[in-house]
């Protein structure tokens, strides 16, 4: 079993910075890939990013990239989001998953096996 948590969220203005951490128990965090993923009010979960277990391939959605980075340090069992150029429509509560097969990122929910309970991020105008 692995568990994930995230922190680093909080209340930014328009085209500030944020990073998110989420750090997992057990042994095997680096041979998975990780994934996250946001929730905003009245919407359904969206895939975000998501990097493979060794940190050489990763995936953005198009609305965040150029502005947001995924990074993972396994000595540290520990994956990042570096948001920069914030914008109102950020505004989410963003989740860490997990996928077993670290090999293949993936876009979609249902590959991941663990979440995080999730940090809030809101973006002011």
């Known amino acids: 079993q692995v568990q994930l948590v995230e922190s680093g969220g909080g209340l930014v203005q328009a085209g500030g910075s944020l990073r998110l951490s989420c750090t997992a128990s057990?042994?095997?965090?680096?041979?998975?890939?990780l994934g996250w993923f946001r929730q905003a009010p009245g919407k359904e979960r969206e895939f975000v990013t998501s990097i493979d277990w060794i940190g050489l391939s990763t995936y953005y959605t198009h609305s965040v990239k150029g502005r947001f980075t995924i990074s993972r340090d396994n000595a540290k069992n520990t994956v990042y989001l570096q948001m920069n150029n914030l914008k109102p429509e950020d505004t989410a509560v963003y989740y860490c998953?997990?996928?077993?097969?670290?090999?293949?990122?993936?876009?979609?929910?249902?590959?991941?096996?663990?979440w995080g309970q999730g940090t809030q991020v809101t973006v002011s105008s």
């Open positions: 057990g042994r095997t965090f680096s041979s998975y890939a």
């Open positions: 998953a997990a996928k077993r097969n670290g090999l293949k990122i993936a876009t979609s929910q249902a590959e991941y096996d663990y």
